[in-house]
């Protein structure tokens, strides 16, 4: 590239018709009528605390990734990063999270990430919120407690299908093999009647921890709290992991395995049947883990609101 040239691609760096607040060039705004539209321009993995008051009043702080986006249209260059992180900022500070906070949040995005405020709203904007919710889990039988953990994300979106919020919790839960449990009472069964002297009279039927991922999609200013989500899937897989137990609570927990073995369809379906018993949601769908011990691979189903 010769001097010439040079100089020409630093003046037209320089050269720039608008000016932010302080007087510096602002490329950004600069119509662009080569550029097609882009279905979503933002950031991720921008974090910052959270408080969300929990069902029992109890107000809580979590560390939060959060994800923000708009639809970009057409002959716009792009959009103001730094609006996403102060909005998002601005609006948890003042006060707790919930539904109708998500719903002013993608509200602000339409507007404040315009250029001018001449313009049309933004028609698209989509907010993800990722944490670990913590929860008082009481033991079993003893007059114990402890913290259990979920990894929960809150995707909101504002477009013209609507005002949605999907509700995304990772539920952990022991599963008991129906047929390992069938086969291991066959054995008692048969080596207390003498029929056979294998072993010592005492078999085990396999279970493993297991995970379903569940998304719950409401309409937003209708949708279900956490607390109500891991209520109804706690009713759906009662087997859930537990976080501080004696030995009261580790056998109350054996039985209630016994209680409710289950295969992967067997969980698949018991989720279906609560899922769809709650008329605010309007859509849900689950991936089911058995993580197995039994065998070096899992059960996994999927399974969604027909």
Known sequence: MNLEALRNNHQKILDCDIKDDTGLNDFQKIPDKHACSINKVGIERFRLPISIKHDDGTLMSHDSHASMFVYLQEGKTG????RFCAIVQEEVNRAPLCSHLIEGILERFRKDLRDFDD???IPES?????FQYAVKQPSLKSEN?????YKVSLNGSDTPQGKLLTTTINYEYSSTCPCSLSMAKQYEKEYAEGLTTEGNGIATAHSQRSVATVDVTCKMGNSLTIDEIISLLRIALPTETQSLVKRVDEQAF???NGENPMFVEHASRRL??????????IDWKAKVDHLESL???NAVAYISKN
């Open 272 to 281: 279906s049947k609560v899922l769809n018993s709650d008329k605010r949601i």
């Open 295 to 297: 065998h070096s691979h």
């Open 126 to 130: 989509y907010l993800t919120l990722k």
């Open 79 to 82: 959009v103001n990063m730094s």
């Open 254 to 256: 054996a039985i209630l």
């Open 119 to 121: 313009e049309e709203l």
């Open 145 to 149: 407690w402890g913290w259990q953990y």
